[in-house]
Nanobody, 126 residues
Framework: QVQLVESGGGLVQAGGSLGLSCAASGRTSTTYAMAWFRQAPGKERDIVAAISWNGYVTYYADSMKGRVTIARDNAKNTGYLQMNSLKPEDTAVYYC???????????????????WGQGTQVTVSS
């Protein structure tokens, strides 16, 4: 099984940037898609972006499209989410997720993923 640990969250002013990392450990020799979700208080956990194992396929939700970039480095077993032009409404707990699948697979829904990190808080001040 793969375990995920997020890092890089924190407090940033509106308009600023923040980069998140997701370190995978365990059975990382398997192929797995990765994604970032976020959950604000009282709201559902929604996808932000996803990337296939081979990196050829990406998906961006409308909520942050154009302001985020997802990437991964399989040699380092690490995924990344770069967020720019942050807004106060981007404040949430950001979760990394993974699912064992074929190299070109990307899931777009919460139920597509079965491995989750503990989350990292991102707070954007106005």
């Amino acid at each position: 099984q793969v375990q995920l640990v997020e890092s890089g969250g924190g407090l940033v002013q509106a308009g600023g940037s923040l980069g998140l990392s997701c370190a995978a450990s365990g059975r990382t020799s398997t192929t797995y898609a990765m994604a970032w979700f976020r959950q604000a208080p009282g709201k559902e956990r929604d996808i932000v972006a996803a990337i296939s194992w081979n990196g050829y396929v990406t998906y961006y939700a409308d909520s942050m499209k154009g302001r985020v970039t997802i990437a991964r480095d399989n040699a380092k077993n690490t995924g990344y989410l770069q967020m720019n032009s942050l807004k106060p409404e981007d404040t949430a707990v950001y979760y990394c997720a993974a699912v064992r699948h074929t190299a070109g697979y990307v899931g777009r829904n919460r139920d597509d993923y079965d491995i989750w990190g503990q989350g990292t808080q991102v707070t954007v001040s106005s």
